[in-house]
T-cell receptor, first 117, second 115 residues
Framework: AQSVTQPDIHITVSEGASLELRCNYSYGATPYLFWYVQSPGQGLQLLLKYFSGDTLVQGIKGFEAEFKRSQSSFNLRKPSVHWSDAAEYFCAVGATISSGSARQLTFGSGTQLTVLP | SQTIHQWPATLVQPVGSPLSLECTVEGTSNPNLYWYRQAAGRGLQLLFYSVGIGQISSEVPQNLSASRPQDRQFILSSKKLLLSDSGFYLC??????????????FGNGTRLTVT
């Protein structure tokens, strides 16, 4: 079964600083990988996804992520963080549910990002 | 474009009372539909998914049930709520299997507090 580990429960950065959120996955085949962001009391919004091709993926809001198969990682980065980026970030790996007819995402436990002024 | 609506946004219910949360999707046909629960400080747990009308699969045995009476409507129910049912419930949809790399699209969630 697939799994996702987000080693950092909480990260604090200053506005304008660079950001990297870590994600490690476990999956037996080529994974489908996703990053989502969740503002307080809201649903999850898709930031970016990887399923094949270029290992550096660009997303919305200036985020990017790099797939590294050798490290089983899919870290999220942003060169300069804005105060509005404060939220919780979830990494997810996609796979077929055992029935073969629906897709399941397995989520990490999330990383809470605090942005200091 | 596709949109997903989930209601109510917040709900406070006493232990032993029934529950009905509703989710509808617009702008797409025959979506896969999902119910997730997010407990405080934890990740997301898949509760139910559906690949068509009347087709419901449960991932975790529990006090809850789901139904899909129409193509784009997904309902989460309980006959008698438990304290442990408190949490943040998220509905999501995706295109049907076969489209590689398709993500899930989430509603805004329902905050359920069982007192």
């Amino acid at each position: 079964a697939q799994s996702v580990t987000q080693p950092d429960i909480h990260i604090t950065v200053s506005e304008g600083a660079s950001l990297e959120l870590r994600c490690n996955y476990s999956y037996g085949a080529t994974p489908y990988l996703f990053w989502y962001v969740q503002s307080p009391g809201q649903g999850l919004q898709l930031l970016l996804k990887y399923f094949s091709g270029d290992t550096l993926v660009q997303g919305i809001k200036g985020f990017e992520a790099e797939f590294k198969r050798s490290q089983s990682s899919f870290n999220l980065r942003k060169p300069s963080v804005h105060w509005s980026d404060a939220a919780e970030y979830f990494c997810a790996v996609g796979a077929t549910i055992s029935s073969g007819s629906a897709r399941q995402l397995t989520f990490g436990s999330g990383t809470q990002l605090t942005v200091l002024p | 474009s596709q949109t997903i609506h989930q209601w109510p946004a917040t709900l406070v219910q006493p232990v032993g009372s029934p529950l009905s949360l509703e989710c509808t999707v617009e702008g797409t046909s025959n979506p896969n539909l999902y119910w997730y629960r997010q407990a405080a400080g934890r990740g997301l747990q898949l509760l139910f998914y559906s690949v068509g009308i009347g087709q419901i699969s449960s991932e975790v045995p529990q006090n809850l049930s789901a139904s899909r009476p129409q193509d784009r409507q997904f309902i989460l129910s309980s006959k008698k709520l438990l304290l442990s049912d408190s949490g943040f419930y998220l509905c999501a949809w995706s295109v049907v299997w076969g489209a590689r790399g398709t993500p899930l699209h989430f509603g805004n969630g329902t905050r359920l507090t069982v007192t």
